[in-house]
């Protein structure tokens, strides 16, 4: 069980929040495109793990002077900025602006005692704050919100809304990844990394998947890939002379294996020593082993891999894509929490759909637009230089890595067009024959009989969505085309009711009834009249209050 973050701050009301919304662009809270990073995805990454390891992790006491904090903490050197937050307990991130400071910081800490137990002794960054005297300090902390909003909340936002693109906008404002939560993300695999450090000193753990792709929701896992190549050391330093020197080593029967051998130990190690690493499962049988953990600090439940650099790359395409044009984002998550709201997709692996599927299926529908509004794969294949050159495990992975050499698209859609055209596009899709394929953006035969085939963008022979069942892409197809209909009732349902009743997004979002199917087969055959009212009757019967908590995992 995920441990779940608190939030501490007031709840502001709707109308503050939609203030907040109107700020003109370039201030802090407005412009999700002010917050859509221009950078190469290699820069990004070595930046943001450059900072969070200057960074450490306190547990607070629950009332603390946020001045006497800061300035205690300053003795070790300058601090570059800090936040607090609250998961079962107060915590602050702070950041210095050199890295001497934590070691510094470090030498003045103790390990705790405890009454009863025995204390391990680790040094970590993660680290407990106590108070020598219990002083009645007046706790004045603004916590940094690390949630989703509520569902009710959501609702209301997106009922107040003007038009499907500003409930588009707005969804994607509400659920995208804070700075914060991105800093606490970093830091979590920073700390992860120096108790993989105990076993493999030069290893590298970076976050990959909707931590990093664009995509990620607040409350999304953390996907960690433990990097050994540094130490694998595989680009041989030429030397001189007739000589090359190795490392003795133990071999085993396959990659695999030795894989399995990897993330046993630092299972285990995270078990044993790793400071708020809970519930440590070692899941070395799956296809792609990997060790799973609640880090109960952060609240992430966290996925470890390694030996699957492929999946990075994967993300390092995502986020070219979702960086590209503002609309990717905006359509990816609402698409994303359309589906999590009827339970197309589920945090349990199972024969649904995943996000990283669904994700590919608004790329490629993207790619289809006409003029199209996302480059093939292929085509950014083309745009690569000799530096973007990269074959990982036999496959081709050149893309071109630099977003400024990739011109803007002309197309001028607006959100709510995509929306509905989405609906529509994969409603009448021909999934039995047809595959998904975002390296050409178009359709190919199928090559085998699995009910939804999308193509690996890297692994060409493998099909992303093979666990998918036919019921499960049935109900996919059954939900678009209803949402399609609900969205063209749009105008009818903006005049008839108040702005307090679902109507756009909010009515898709919500579950369907149990006649809204059969509805949407017989809906050519009724009269626009009755089928409005039918719906219009639906949405009043009080089904925002059934809409159960829906956010993601
Ligand atoms: P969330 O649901 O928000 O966690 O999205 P996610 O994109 O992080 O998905 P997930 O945690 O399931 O997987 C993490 C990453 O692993 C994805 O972003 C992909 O890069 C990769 N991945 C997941 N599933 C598949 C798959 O079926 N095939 C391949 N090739 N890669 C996958
Ligand atoms: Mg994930």
């Not at 997709?345 to 024969?351: E, K, N």
């Not at 093939?376 to 081709?396: H, Q, R, V, Y």
Request: aromatic content about 8%; proline content about 5%; some cysteine.
């Amino acid at each position: 069980q995920r441990p779940i973050l608190r939030l501490l701050s007031c709840p502001g009301t709707v109308a503050e929040d939609l203030r907040r919304n109107e700020q003109p662009s370039g201030s802090v809270e407005t412009g999700f495109e002010d917050k859509i990073p221009r950078k190469r995805f290699s820069e990004m990454q070595n930046e943001r793990r450059e900072q969070a390891q200057r960074t450490v992790l306190i547990r607070c006491p629950e009332k603390i002077s946020e001045n006497k904090f800061l300035k205690y903490l300053s003795q070790h050197g300058p601090i570059n900025n800090h936040f607090f937050y609250e998961s079962f307990g107060l915590y602050a991130v702070v950041e210095f602006c050199r890295k001497e400071s934590v070691g510094s910081l470090q030498n003045g800490t103790r390990t705790p005692s405890v009454a009863m137990e025995t204390a391990i002794p680790f040094r970590s960054r993660f680290l407990s704050l106590k108070l020598k005297n219990q002083t009645s300090e007046q706790s004045c902390i603004q916590s940094s919100n690390q949630l989703p909003p509520s569902n009710r909340k959501l609702f209301e936002l997106l009922c107040y809304a003007e038009s499907i693109d500003d409930q588009l906008n707005t969804l994607l404002k509400e659920f995208q990844l804070t700075e914060e939560n991105t800093k606490l993300r970093y830091l979590t695999c920073s700390l992860i990394e120096d108790i993989a450090a105990a076993y493999f000193p030069d290893c590298v753990v970076r976050p990959f998947g909707s931590s990093v792709n664009t995509f990620g929701k607040l409350g999304c896992d953390l996907d960690m890939f433990l990097d050994l190549d540094e130490t694998r050391n595989l680009s041989t330093h030429k030397t001189s002379g007739n000589f090359l020197m190795e490392f003795q080593v133990k071999n085993v029967p396959s990659e695999r294996i030795a894989t399995q051998k990897i993330l046993s130990v630092i299972g285990e190690c995270l078990d044993h020593f790793g400071p708020g690493c809970v519930g440590v499962q070692k899941i070395l049988n799956a296809r792609c082993p990997l060790v799973r953990f609640s880090h109960q600090a952060s609240g992430f439940q966290c996925d470890l891999t390694t030996n699957n650099r492929i999946a990075l790359t994967s993300s390092e395409l995502l986020y070219i894509y979702g960086t590209l044009d503002s609309r990717v984002r905006a359509l990816v998550f609402g698409i994303r929490c359309w589906a999590r709201a009827h339970s197309l997709t589920s945090s349990i692996p199972g024969a649904w759909i995943t996000n990283f599927s669904l994700t590919m299926m608004v790329i490629f529908f993207l790619q289809r637009r006409s003029p199209p509004i996302l480059p093939t794969l292929d085509s950014l294949k083309t745009l690569a230089d000799a530096e973007d050159k990269c074959i990982i495990e036999g496959n081709n992975c050149t893309f071109v890595r630099d977003l400024n050499r990739i011109k803007p698209s002309g197309n001028t859609e607006t959100l709510e067009l995509l929306l509905k055209e989405f609906f529509e596009y994969f409603g009448n899709f021909a999934f039995n024959k047809n595959s998904i394929n975002i390296r050409q953006g178009r359709e190919q035969n199928k090559p085998d009989s699995s009910p939804l085939y999308i193509q690996n963008p890297f692994e060409t022979s493998l099909n992303i969505s093979k666990n998918v069942s036919q019921s499960q892409l049935q109900k996919f197809v059954d939900l678009a085309q209803e949402s399609a209909w609900v969205l063209q009732q749009k105008d009818t349902d903006r005049l008839s009711v108040s702005s307090h009743q679902p109507w756009g997004l909010a009515a898709i979002l919500l579950p369907s009834v149990p006649n809204r199917r059969s509805l949407t087969k017989k809906k050519r055959k009724r009269s626009a009249n009755e089928s409005i009212k039918n719906l219009l009757e639906s949405l009043k019967s009080n089904r925002t209050a059934n809409f159960t908590e829906t956010n993601e995992k």
